[in-house]
């Protein structure tokens, strides 16, 4: 299986402080995604990074990608407690699909 | 506003009812998507459409059935033979035919069956 895991599978952090997830993969990918889903909701695309890329920003998000490691991690800066939310790791390779991981849930305290 | 809507939001059926999920999407895209969802875990592909009138199964196809008579709608029926359709359903659609792009997300439906 390529499936994308996900570490840790629960984080606790207090509101203006920095959260990082992980994401590892056992086979070699063409481009890897971060969603997020709020409690019974659909999940919201954030950032893709390719097989090519390194490293990748999008507002308050760091997207890091190492493919040697096959690992990627989500770098949430000063994070609000709307920022609660199961953040989720997807990896597209052989076999034309994605597989999703099982996800990150993120609390963040006022 | 262009988006894909999933209707209803919850919905209960009794054992060994066929039940049917809609979703649309206004986007334009030409892939749709299936996902399940269980409590805890990630997302599991059920079908997924790349043009009218053509689907494929995904991972998890048995019990469930989908048509893709327009571009626009992408109805998945959850039938008597999927022995534990209990679950958080999600539709998705992303342009072009790469399952592997990007995909806008609705809202999901929850199915509860007793």
């Known amino acids: 299986s390529q499936q994308g895991e996900e570490d840790p599978q629960a984080l606790s952090i207090q509101e203006g402080e920095n959260a990082t997830m992980n994401c590892s993969y056992k086979?070699?990918?063409?481009?890897l995604q971060w969603y997020r889903q709020n409690s019974g909701r659909g999940l919201v695309h954030l950032i893709l990074?390719?097989?090519?890329?390194r490293e990748k920003h999008s507002g308050r998000l760091r997207v890091t990608l190492d493919t040697s490691k096959k690992s990627s991690s989500l770098l949430i800066t000063a994070s609000r407690a709307a920022d609660t939310a199961s953040y989720f790791c997807?990896?597209?390779?052989?076999?034309?699909?994605?597989?999703f991981g099982a996800g990150t849930r993120l609390a963040v305290h006022p | 506003d262009g988006g894909i809507t999933q209707s209803p939001k919850y919905l209960f059926r009794k054992e060994g009812q066929n039940v049917t999920l809609s979703c649309e999407q206004n986007?334009?895209?030409?892939?749709m998507y299936w996902y399940r969802q269980d409590p805890g875990q990630g997302l599991r592909l059920i079908y997924y459409?790349?043009?009218?009138?053509?689907?494929q199964k995904g991972d998890i196809a048995e019990g469930y059935s989908v048509s893709r008579e327009k571009k626009e709608s992408f109805p998945l029926t959850v039938t008597s033979a999927q022995k534990n359709p209990t679950a958080f359903y999600l539709c998705?659609?992303?342009?072009?035919?790469?399952?592997?792009?990007?995909?806008?997300f609705g809202p999901g439906t929850m199915l509860r069956v007793t």
């Open positions: 998705a659609s992303s342009p072009g035919t790469r399952v592997t792009a990007e995909m806008d």
């Open positions: 086979t070699s990918i063409n481009n």
């Open positions: 990074i390719r097989s090519n890329e």
């Open positions: 997807v990896v597209s390779g052989g076999y034309n699909k994605l597989i």
């Open positions: 986007l334009n895209h030409d892939a």
């Open positions: 459409s790349q043009i009218v009138n053509d689907f």
